[in-house]
């Protein structure tokens, strides 16, 4: 079983729509939690770093971390055909030796259609 | 303010032969990590330098090697090519060691083996 879970989707929605994307995890230790978007032949670009539970709001996009169920959310509101993109969840323990390891979901495919 | 660069962006290399890869963080960071994405799939930790240490290793063998000079900047070595050591190479930048900095990504190097 892998730390963390992503569907890959694909996902399609027509613009204007709420986007949902999620991860699950495994590994308890897990503190930092962190959405990275990739388009294609680019690196990943940080969207949204939270730590901890909670929720977290960025302009369009709202990440939610509910650690009791090991579970991560990002939504994107009001989607727009540049939002078509793989977006990557990450996460990162906060123990003295974890220095900056991130793992990864295996990422989803969004394309947002106009 | 510059980000992560890496180069070259493309490489094509035969089994067997070794390949070095350079990054040069985002100004003001001092700590570099690289990871391996395989297409398809989210990047995967191969290690980090910090104080032109390794900190920490990802389950690569040691067929990959790393390094970091006083300037922050970052070679990642890669001896005995394996076809399966085709994949997106990415450099990512951060402040300090403690892993409670997010990682800024470049856009990677595209290495194929052949």
């Known amino acids: 079983q892998k730390e963390v879970e992503q569907d890959p989707g694909p996902l399609s929605v027509p613009e204007g729509a709420i986007v949902s994307l999620n991860c699950t995890y495994s590994?308890?230790?897990?503190?930092?939690f962190m959405w990275y978007r990739q388009y294609s032949r680019k690196g990943p670009e940080l969207l949204m770093y939270t730590y901890s539970s909670g929720n977290k709001e960025d302009g369009r996009f709202t990440a939610q971390v509910d650690k009791s169920s090991k579970y991560i959310s990002l939504f994107i509101r009001d989607s727009q055909p540049s939002d078509s993109a793989t977006y990557l969840c990450a996460m990162k323990d906060a123990g003295g030796t974890s220095y900056g390891k991130l793992t990864f979901g295996q990422g989803t495919i969004l394309t947002v259609h106009p | 303010d510059a980000g992560v660069t890496q180069s070259p962006t493309h490489l094509i290399k035969t089994r067997g032969q070794q390949v070095t890869l350079r990054c040069s963080p985002k100004?003001?960071?001092?700590?570099v990590s690289w990871y391996q994405q395989a297409l398809g799939q989210g990047p995967q930790f191969i290690f980090q330098?910090?104080?032109?240490?390794?900190?920490q290793r990802g389950n690569f063998p040691d067929r990959f090697s790393g390094h970091q000079f006083p300037n922050y900047s970052s070679e990642l070595n890669v001896n005995a090519l394996l076809l399966g050591d085709s994949a997106l190479y990415l450099c990512a930048s951060s402040l300090g060691d403690r892993g409670t900095s997010p990682l800024h990504f470049g856009n990677g190097t595209r290495l194929t083996v052949t």
């Open positions: 100004s003001g960071h001092d700590t």
């Open positions: 330098y910090y104080e032109e240490e390794e900190r």
């Open positions: 590994n308890s230790a897990f503190q930092y």
